[in-house]
């Protein structure tokens, strides 16, 4: 199997008006190792140094690293490089054609099968509740005995082809509806609407994080810290197992997506979080790039 090779490096930096006196966080920055994705090598640089820090997987098999800092300090700053090798991932069986109810129905019926169980990603979140709208809205992709693979992939293209790219018109907190109302958003917001759709219907998916390999226009050179993390969605039937719809792109994911962490929405993906005392307010600033070896 070919594989690509990539150093990635993402470095988010916060700058705060008053001293911080105490700090808490933790990082989901370690990308995952999987049957098509091996982590050559990965280090966390923390600045000031933390004074603890240990690593421990989440309940989704992330690798999370908890870190606090007990002393005064107005910035923090962690950075991530690692390298990384990705190749395509497993071919789907389209010839494995299956009506998308029967998918709903035997995911209801089994209690647990993979290392996640499907029907846990059928339920609603605080970012991903249930959508009449969405669910509304799948309705054309998900007509009656229509095949899965063929249902998911068309609800992907229709996403890319009905809502427009716009890095200012949303946060981190918009809501699946308001992306509905407005047609516009960002990765996140894509991948945030597409699960709901699927799970407005019994369909299990999870919200998957990562880095993207972009390229430069032609005939200039790749520049630094101008990548940005990226989501997909990884939607689950019996007979394909995982199989992941980008519907900001209008594909499937490949050698160039390399795969942070996933879980139920963003919340469980957030790449640096945490509480702190004092620091009134502060900047943040993040930059990745990825770079093909």
Known sequence: MSRERYTVEHETRYVYTAPVSQSWQLARLTPRQLPWQRLLSCAIQIDPPPDERHDAPDSFGNSVTHFGL???????????????????????????????????????????????????????????????????????????????????TELMQRIHADFEFDPGATTVSTSVDEVLHQRRGVCQDFAHLMLACLRGHGLPARYVSGYLLTDPPEGQPRLMGVDASHAWVAAYSPECGWVEFDPTNDQLADSRYITLAWGADFADVVPLRGVILGGGTQDMDVSVSVIPA
């Open 70 to 152: 007990h002393g005064a300090h107005r910035m923090l700053r962690v950075r991530m490089q690692c390298s990384v090798e990705v190749a395509d991932r497993p071919a789907v069986d389209d010839a494995a054609v299956v009506a998308w109810e029967s998918v709903r129905d035997t995911v209801r019926q089994q209690p647990a099968l993979d290392e996640l169980i499907p029907a846990r990603m059928c339920e609603p979140t605080l970012l991903v509740p249930l959508s009449e709208a969405a669910r509304l809205y799948a309705l054309e992709s998900l007509k009656p005995g229509r095949d899965w693979l063929e249902a998911v």
